[in-house]
């Protein structure tokens, strides 16, 4: 029989690193990471690189993928598992005996084999290789064999001294029954797992053989499947990534829809605020147009007594002219009666004188000298009678007359009064009536308001003037006395010199805030606050109708661009009074004071230059005082409907006076050429909605006029 050769050490199956407990930790293994080489797998493959291994048909197992939880699967032989497991407990049990002998001989040692359990891997589901093949099913393998300990191969030292035996002739000299036993067990153990047989090698070395090939196999299987692992773990931590980033963008929705439903819950609420303030509109345009109702009814009773009155007026008017006319009438028949009838006995008297008188020629001569005497003293008493009888009738006809005029003009001043009275209320009640049905809060301001603040600031400069002496002598520059005022009337003394102060401050106001008229020049005639309020005055603009072609435009006048204008100043001077509510000064208010600013400090340089030394302390003071108060009247005069304008008049211009400037002298002459203005006037044009055309002045102006003999005599 052939002798047994050397029993190799049993080699433990490696277990892969990557499988721990039945799951592997996502945080103690790096993709990147080299995973180590365990020490049997290392001493297996030296062992394969001495030991020659017989040719035969090898079967590639390849791995498998559980797609439900990610897990490889190995698709091992259960004959090769075990075979090698019934290998190690053939050799734990003849460990000890062959020990001793080995150590008698002098041969060397058989390994320690691995007396540990089978190996028994275990994947990501929690099931072990075999479990997973007998999941699988697969067929339960027969129970391990037990292989005994061959004996020990005796050292090459020993092999020397021998003699060499032949084939089948056993070591020990005998063979034990149980070996016999166990080779047939090992023949049958190949017969019914089809292993093919090589005759150089006896059936347990052809076992081992078979074993070590299979466990090559499971060792290549467990490197792809490290390799599964690997890529398993790497799409695990992308997965961990795409989770942790789906983590985050659900917060960021959440967070965002939290966000979208505060903004619906704040739109809900805001749109609830506006239905209440759409509400209380309505029921503020309810009570306005009851109001306007009202008003109007008011308005059209008001104007139907009126149309009473005056169609009364308009009769009693004609009944009287129709009675004085009858009574002059009759008067003049009366008279004119009279006269004819005197004339009349005049003529017969005359006749029967001429009568008498023939007779009395033909009679006597002297007689007819006295009777003509007689004649002529009666004809003349009787003329002069005749005569104080018409100039009396005509005294009292005139007197008659003289108080039927008196009467009537008495009637038609109290008509126009009454006439004026009632087109001035019927005034009123249409500006009122225009307040009312005008959108906003808007106020028309009175005449009678605007002539007071001018006249208030008017007096504040001419008390200016006592605080400006007056200088011995005259040195001027051109802007300041541009048409040589004073040198002009220096023989008057020093009578012209308020005058001329008064007209320097006016001059300096009239630049700085009324440039342009309706507001527009509050801001100055230039820099910052001139183009913030020309960018608006652009947007409306028209050439000057009286030069088409020149640079000069003007505001068309028509009820929509009056309404607009009047809302923006008016908000102007509210934000300039008031101050913004609740916000930093805003930049209309910095506008409008920094133009106050300027104005004062060309003011006051200009009056320090015409006395030529320094000024009061408290001027300025003064000075900023009515500056201020003319660059809001600008506003307010922007803030009207109407065309409230400040008009000036220059040097050399003809002026009717009284309609808008009064002479300063009271020369009175109707008409006069400006020598100097000394303050402009103040006039309206319209009420900005129905009438745009009728003009009144407000506040007259002065001036003082050239004298006709010096205008003549130049």
Known sequence: MAAVSEVPSPVEAPTS?????????KTE??????????????????DAATRTIPTHTVVQVSPR????????????????????????????????????????????????PNTGPPDRRVYRNG????????????????PPLAIPQPSPRPDTRDIKATKPQKSGQMVSGRLEETDLNDQERVSQFLQIHDIPQDARLDPLSTLLQWVSVKMAQVDHNDGEIDQQASRLELRERQIGEIEEEYSLLQSQWETWAEMQNEHLKNANETIADLRGDVQSERQSVQTLTD??????????????????????????????????????????????????????QMNSAQTRAENRIATMKKTHQKDIEITEAEIKGATAAMTIAHEKEKKKMEDELKETIDGHDAALAELRQQHSDELETERRAFQDLRRQMASYSSTGDYTAIKDKDFEQCIQLHARSISKLIKWIPHPETYVLDEHLDPNNFLARNAPQGGRNWPKFVRSVCWRFIVRGFFSRQLGFGAFGPDGEGFRELDCVHQLFAIPDPKDP???????PNNKELNTWRAKFFDGLVQTIRNGPAGQAESKYTRLFYTNVDIVTDHLVSALQQVVNADLDSTIREQVTSFVEGLGMLALEMGSQRA??????????????????????????????????????????????RDNLTTERTISH????????????GA
């Open 17 to 25: 690193p990557v499988m721990q407990n039945g799951r592997q930790s």
């Open 29 to 46: 293994t790096s993709a990147s990471s080299r995973r180590p080489v365990p020490a049997n797998t290392a001493s297996r493959s030296n």
């Open 65 to 112: 993928f559980n797609s439900q939880n990610g897990t490889a699967l190995r698709n091992t032989n259960i004959a090769s598992t075990m075979a090698g497991q019934g290998a190690r407990e053939a050799m734990s049990r003849t460990t000890a005996s062959s020990v001793g002998q080995t150590s008698d001989t002098g041969a060397r040692s058989t390994p320690t």
């Open 127 to 142: 099931r072990s290789a075999i479990e997973t093949d007998e999941a699988a099913g697969q067929k339960q393998p027969p």
């Open 291 to 344: 109001s306007l109702a009202e008003a109007s009814f008011q308005r059209d009773h008001a104007n139907d007594i009126y149309q009473t009155l005056l169609q009364e007026m308009e009769e009693r008017k004609e009944e009287d002219q129709e009675y004085y006319r009858a009574e002059i009438a009759r008067f003049k028949q009366g008279h004119a009666a009279q006269i004819m009838t005197l004339k009349e």
């Open 549 to 555: 072609t020149g640079p000069n435009t003007i505001l």
């Open 643 to 688: 065309h409230i304008c400040l008009e000036t008049c220059e040097y050399g211009e003809n002026i009717v006076v009284g309609d808008r400037f009064r002479d300063d002298a009271e020369q009175g002459y109707d008409q006069l050429t400006v020598d100097l203005m000394t303050q402009p006037c103040l006039r309206r044009i319209g009420d900005g």
């Open 701 to 712: 102006g002065d001036f003082v006029a050239i004298k006709p003999a010096d205008l003549y």
